[in-house]
């Protein structure tokens, strides 16, 4: 019977949404256990052998992806350690499970504790212990291992994100940019999954650029579906932010925002996520300039951009930032009609992350430099 409704459900259901399967993985949930330990001898005083730890090592170059495909059970169980006996009186341990992970992970069991983050090749972790083996003092019983679901959350690695409320152009400017194919509506949320795409140079140089959900306000109070994204412009080079010179309006009930307070209601999600994004090389593209009275509309921005500071001023406390970010750049450009606007954008980002990357040269060579002065330091005798 069981068999029977297998083979008849099977074919009606249906394959996973198209918008489902885009985009990548970026959090997997596994079960790991850490051997028990073995038990004692009480006659002879036998220790029972300490159970295998659970442990990961991240690795360069590997995907959530491949982790999840290497086992799909994705179950970790480390081996038990052995029972104390007559001929082992010290009962062997239980080998430990290693397995791939790819760096930037951060480990978190479903309770929230956090377990660690993997930020480099080769390191590792152990996430759950083996239990101890028995002898005199627990009664020469075994503990068992530590076990729980955790939580792998991939924070992407790319040069430049994007930010924006939805619809403002996003996906519209990365497919225009790059070699990315993410889909396009006029319709909120369109983008689910982060996106990656990349942007190839003439001189064979390539910048990633991230494509993320939209934020709404609020997003920060989890609200919509984009602040979970955020964590993935903590180890971006560059934010560009993109918005509609129309303004926004999620749907009638919401009140309508310009353009104006879409730029400040982002800065604000930006603030309550992590106040160090406002830090970051931040680009200002003002999108959809090829929509009627644009240009209008655009010069007034420009304008109140030169105070940004005294035009938040005059909003509530809860809708305004306490620090404004500060554009490298605003510019005003159509993402979906002008292939020289697009063109534009491209110059400038690799402009600004040439000039970023220079910026972080020079502030290690001043370090070096300052090594290399510290042996030469005066020594001598003190004269009093
Ligand atoms: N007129 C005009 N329409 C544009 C321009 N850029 C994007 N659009 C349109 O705006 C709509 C939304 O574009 P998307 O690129 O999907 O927007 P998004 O920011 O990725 O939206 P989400 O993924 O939902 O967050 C689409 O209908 C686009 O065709 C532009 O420069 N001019
Ligand atoms: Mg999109």
Redesign the pocket.
Known sequence: MVYLSRQCFDKIRKPLRKYLREGFRDSLRVFVSGGPGGNGLPKFGGVGGKGGDVIVEATEGISLETVYKANISKRYAAQKGKHASHNFILGPPGEDVVFKVPVGVRLVTELGKKLGELNEDGEKLVIAKGGTGGHAKNGFLGTRGQAYPVKMDLKLIADVGLV????????????AISEAR???????????RPILGVISYEDHRQVSIA?L??LIEGAYSNRGM?HEFLKHIERTKLLLM?V?VNGFQLSPQYPHRSCLETIMLLNKELELYNEDLLNKHAILLI?????EGSEAKYQEVRKVMKNFKGFISTYKEDLKPNKPINFTDILA??????QSDVLKVKTRLRNLLDLVSELNESSDSEDVYSDLKKPFVEKGPVLV
């Open positions: 924006g409320f939805p619809n403002a152009g996003k996906s519209t400017l990365l497919k993410p889909r396009i509506a006029s319709y909120p949320f369109t983008t689910v494509d959900p939209g984009g993109i509609d999108n959809k300039m090829d929509s450009i159509s993402a979906k009609e002008s």
